[in-house]
């Protein structure tokens, strides 16, 4: 099983970036895809973004692409997201997640490890 601990999270104002980072642990080797998914209060976790194990392909929600970039040092066993030009509809708790396949990636229940959160909050 891998564990995944996300860290970077904070109070920011609209316009500011952030950087969260994910620390995978335990069998790391069954870490292909790996990505984040946020959730709102009274909202559901949705897809934020995914990156496949050599990290050569990514892919986004339209609600972040462009303004937000996935990435991962597989010599760290971490996984990154930076997030720029932050909106106060950004506001939500992050986490990082692992699954095996990419084409599942995108919902839920595709998902094998979950990270314990990371509240990003952004005001206006």
């Known amino acids: 099983q891998v564990q995944l601990v996300e860290s970077g999270g904070g109070l920011v104002q609209a316009g500011d970036s952030l950087k969260l980072s994910c620390a995978a642990s335990?069998?790391?080797?069954?870490?292909?895809?790996m990505g984040w998914f946020r959730q709102a209060p009274g909202k559901e976790r949705d897809f934020v973004a995914r990156i496949n194990r050599s990290g050569d392909s990514t892919n986004y929600s339209d609600s972040v692409k462009g303004r937000f970039t996935i990435s991962r040092d597989n010599a760290k066993n971490t996984v990154y997201l930076q997030m720029n030009s932050l909106k106060p509809e950004d506001t939500a708790i992050y986490y990082c997640?692992?699954?095996?396949?990419?084409?599942?990636?995108?919902?839920?229940?595709?998902?094998?490890?979950w990270g314990q959160g990371t509240q990003v909050t952004v005001s206006s």
């Open positions: 997640a692992a699954g095996p396949a990419w084409s599942t990636f995108t919902s839920k229940l595709g998902i094998a490890s």
């Open positions: 335990g069998r790391t080797s069954s870490t292909s895809i």
